[in-house]
């Protein structure tokens, strides 16, 4: 599986976009961008995927570069309930490869 | 959306007993079930994934000995920490992967203390 690269911290003033990068370098062509958050002491909760093009849903959007070697995750308008640790994971698509395998993550404060 | 349960929520027991966490897929039928322990300010690690009806994986330096896994159904697996150390104690979370369906769910995890 690709690694992925993820800034430790950010922060965010509530009410503003919050944009958390990821760098995958390494990924396949076959390789699907995922984001996953948790929230302290719950499992991890779907975001968001895509694989080329940009994905927008109810809670984020997802920006992947033309080159596929990096990507940014949108949350239009933070929310104190925002704060979690974000995860950027790169996973295979085909059968045997549906393991998520979790780096150390993005932990988003967002600040009244 | 899918939803993923584990019970117990959290468990305390002593250093030598062991103890069984069950996964359960409430609305769908998971062929592929995950398991991931969590310490303290740490990420996720996999520790196992685990098919209905055949023997688990385990990635590597997990003891499979040590952490049993039975997926007997489509909708339950189970994780049993066989005599359990203090070192053992951790945060237990399982995943479910639905047949047609690229998002794997996540269930509210366990926290194990063993004293």
């Known amino acids: 599986d690709a690694k992925t690269t993820q800034p430790p911290s950010m922060d965010c003033a509530e009410g503003r976009a919050a944009n958390l990068p990821c760098n995958h370098s390494?990924?396949?062509?076959?390789?699907?961008v995922y984001w996953y958050r948790q929230i302290h002491s719950q499992g991890p909760q779907y975001i968001i995927h895509?694989?080329?093009n940009n994905e927008t849903n109810e809670m984020a959007s997802l920006i992947i570069t033309e080159d596929r070697k990096s990507s940014t995750l949108i949350l239009p308008h933070a929310t104190l309930r925002d704060t979690a640790v974000y995860y950027c994971?790169?996973?295979?698509?085909?059968?045997?490869?549906?393991?998520?395998?979790f780096g150390q993550g993005t932990r988003l404060t967002i600040n009244p | 959306g899918a939803v993923v349960s584990q019970h117990p929520s959290w468990v305390i027991c002593k250093s030598g007993t062991s103890v069984k966490i069950e996964c359960r897929s409430l609305?769908?039928?998971?062929?592929?079930m995950f398991w991931y322990r969590q310490f303290p300010k740490q990420s996720l690690m996999l520790m196992a994934t685990s098919n209905e009806g055949s023997k688990a994986t385990y990635e590597q330096g997990v003891e499979k000995d040590k952490f049993l896994i039975n997926h007997a159904s489509l909708t339950l697996s189970t994780l049993t920490v066989t005599s359990a150390h203090p070192e053992d104690s951790s945060f237990y979370i399982c995943?479910?992967?639905?047949?047609?369906?690229?998002?794997?769910?996540f269930g509210p995890g366990t926290r194990l203390t063993v004293t």
């Open positions: 390494t990924i396949s062509g076959n390789e699907y």
């Open positions: 994971i790169v996973r295979g698509s085909s059968q045997g490869a549906q393991k998520l395998v």
């Open positions: 895509g694989l080329k």
């Open positions: 609305d769908f039928q998971a062929t592929t």
């Open positions: 995943s479910a992967d639905g047949s047609s369906s690229y998002e794997q769910y």
